[in-house]
Each structure stands twice: as C-alpha cells, then as structure tokens.
C-alpha cells in the first residue's frame, strides 16, 4: 500500500502541473495569442451593414467549453439570415440536409467548410435545411453569400457557429484564435453579449 502511494502521489502531481500549465495556456486573454485585427485575413461571416450580436465569444460561457471548440464564435441571428465567406478559399464540403429541429452539434449539423489552403480551414455551422449557396469544390472570396444560418443541431437557438481549426477540418479539430479586420476592435477575441457591426473592407 505504501509502495503503490509512493508512486502514485509524484504521477499525480505532474498530471496536475501539466494540466495546470495548459490550461493557462489555453484559457488566458493575453493579447499575445491573437494575431493582429488590421492585417487578419478574416472578416465577419455576414455582410457589409449588418451587424449581429456575439452570442458566445472566447470567454466560453456555454457549448465551447471543451478544448476543441475554445476559440469558436457563435452569432445569433434568425433562419434565413445570409451568411458570407470569412476568408478566401475552397469549399471542401457541404451538408445541408438535416431540419432546423435536429439536435446534435457533430451528427444533425448542416455546415459549410472551406478549405484556406494553408493548413486551416473556415467552418460555418448550425445553417438552415437546403441553406448552402456553393458547392463542393468551389473557389469563394471573402465576403461571398455561402449560404443561409438556421438551428440544425442546435434545436431552439438559431445562430451561426463559426470556427477556424488548424490541420483538421472534421470532426474533432482543435480550433484557433482569428480576429476580424472589419469590425471594432477585439484584441482578445470576439466577447459574448457584445454586438459586432461589418464595415466596409
Ligand atoms: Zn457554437
């Protein structure tokens, strides 16, 4: 008995302190983890003159509390609502078929993924029935109609999730921070409750 605590408390320990060192890794607001806003290749997933609040930002208040989605956005905005390119790039994939009533984040989620061609990938989740605008295979600029939001997988909360992941795009991908160039200022990410206007770009 004495033995196996002897080897269990110093495992125990480190498991901790590494824990404890990514989670602050992770979890901190410090500035230095996001790129600069002026010169980010992303803008708001929704067109010029709109403006839609943060329903959940990077102080992960709710959905995004797991590791793979700390760095995911959610806008709340009716069924039907246009939905833009963040960024230039390929559209890898596109489902569309399940109903705004089906829950499932990763099982009954219509979602549009467009590939940037540098490792990561722009993840529009949560869109209408039949709410995709482009196809599989499709090359679209920033600030191109892609499709329309709606609740599919997430059942009574109509809003946009959008993400960015590095080196994956499905299922389970680790996302990343992005801030965009044509909004105010949010040098620690997007914060939920705050309700971010698309200016000209
Ligand atoms: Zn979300």
Known sequence: ????????????AALLLLMSFQSQDLLSDSSILFPDQASSPYVLPYPVGKAYICSQGYDRRSTHAGQEFFYAVDFAMAIGTPITAARNGTVLAVVDHFGDE???FTTHSNYVIVDHSDGSFGRYVHLTRNGASVKQGQIVSAGDLIGHSGSSGSPGHPHLHFDVTQGNSLPSAQTVPVCFRNTIGHPNGLQSGVRYPAVLY
Request: hydrophobic share 55%; charged share 20%.
């Open 1 to 12: 008995m004495i033995v196996k605590r002897s080897i269990w408390i110093p495992f125990l």
């Open 102 to 104: 089906e829950y499932g």
